[in-house]
């Protein structure tokens, strides 16, 4: 039973560029949830998306944007990137509907803009 | 919109104590609070979780307990071994539609053997 994988591990990126991440949930979920992770904090809430759809946004500019796929995969995407969007990206996938099961996250994608 | 506070930052305990963390959320709504372990360089894990119908939930070493009048649960970790060592991070889930998670701060837990 495969959990949730991310790719790429780590990402050098510079200001101004694009970067895109991606996140196949773990087998038999159908909800994917992004966060990102500055140093030394909690997991902040992106978006979440759940039958193609984003369902639900944090406060993230729309500079961050989202996919879903037939398959359940996802993947983030983030245009003009700041020095402040270095952080840890991490995706978490869950079973919907009805109340929260729990949400599982991969081992996240390490982004560093120079 | 749900805020949770959670405490202390940083916790240093013996080999073989209790460790207890605390967690406060503004939404009373909330109605699921799990925790989480992240080790050094790698993913959150859950660890244990609760409902809001629940007061206290077991799993071998550690508990949740929860009072919903109060707005605040916590975790408690007995016989603590090193392998605890790691940042915990507790978490609330607003009512709704979307399973989105509003984590605490977190807390750096070592355990001096």
């Known amino acids: 039973d495969a959990g949730v994988t991310q790719s790429p591990t780590h990402l050098i990126k510079t200001r101004g560029q694009q970067v895109t991440l991606r996140c196949s949930p773990k087998s038999g979920h159908d909800t994917v949830s992004w966060y990102q992770q500055a140093l030394g904090q909690g997991p902040q809430f992106i978006f979440q998306y759940y039958e193609e759809e984003e369902r639900q946004r944090g406060n993230f500019p729309d500079r961050f944007s989202g996919h879903q796929f037939p398959n359940y995969s996802s993947e983030l995407n983030v245009n003009a990137l700041l020095l402040g969007d270095s952080a840890l990206y991490l995706c978490?996938?869950?079973?919907?509907?009805?109340?929260?099961?729990?949400?599982?996250f991969g081992p996240g994608t390490r982004l560093t803009v120079t | 919109g749900e805020n949770v506070e959670q405490h202390p930052s940083t916790l240093s305990v013996q080999e073989g104590d209790s460790a207890v963390i605390k967690c406060t959320y503004s939404d009373s709504a909330s109605n699921y609070f799990p925790w989480y372990k992240q080790e050094l360089g790698k993913r959150p894990q859950l660890i244990i979780d609760i409902r809001s119908n629940v007061g206290e939930k077991k799993d071998q070493r550690i508990a949740v307990t929860l009072n919903k009048t109060a707005k605040h649960f916590s975790l408690h970790i007995t016989e603590t071994q090193p392998e605890d060592s790691a940042v915990y991070f507790c978490?609330?889930?607003?009512?709704?539609?979307?399973?989105?998670?509003?984590f605490g701060q977190g807390t750096r837990l070592t355990i001096n053997p």
């Open positions: 978490a609330a889930v607003p009512e709704g539609g979307a399973q989105k998670l509003v």
């Open positions: 978490a996938s869950s079973l919907n509907p009805g109340l929260a099961l729990g949400q599982y």
